[in-house]
């Protein structure tokens, strides 16, 4: 899913700290791609995400967080774009974060993963 070539490249680059999720992501080759409080974003070569959370131990990520995972992936490396998911045709703008994939608060300062939209920026059309 990623090729070879870009993800050696990445993880070359990827400057990891002494913090949570740095062990595995040295020793498993993995890319940090997101962090929160208590949870890292982790991504191998073939695209499969996996989360170091406070227990210590790194966990599959399931669609939520994998989906999640992408965006952020996405938007720190532009190499990833394709990673992102797809917006149908028919889906909306999220009326909550308007389109960016964040909620931004204190002027900027600080922000935070539109929960409506998974970060997306869009939700899928309500069917009645």
Same mark, same amino acid.
Not at 29 to 40: N, P
């Given at each position: ?17 002494? @913090? *949570? ?8 080759? &993995?890319?940090? +791609?997101? =962090? ?5 974003y /982790? ?13 210590? @131990? *790194? ?8 989906? &999640?995972?992408? +965006?952020q =992936? ?5 190499? /990833? ?10 889906a ?16 900027? +300062? ?19």
């Open positions: 899913m990623i090729a070879e070539e870009l993800f050696a490249r990445l993880l070359a680059e990827q400057v990891v700290s002494n @913090g *949570l999720g740095a062990s595995a992501a040295q020793r498993d080759r &993995l890319l940090t +791609v997101w =962090a929160t409080l208590g949870s890292i /982790l991504l191998d070569g073939s695209g499969e995400v996996m989360i170091d959370r406070d227990d210590g @131990g *790194l966990h599959p990520a399931d669609e939520s967080d994998r989906e &999640l995972a992408y +965006v =992936a996405a938007r720190r490396f532009p190499e /990833l774009r394709h990673l992102m998911p797809q917006r149908p045709a028919a909306e703008t999220c009326p909550r974060c308007r389109g960016v994939g964040e909620l931004i608060f204190n002027n900027g +300062v600080n922000r935070a993963c539109c929960p409506d939209c998974n970060t997306r920026g869009w939700v899928p059309v309500a069917r009645p």
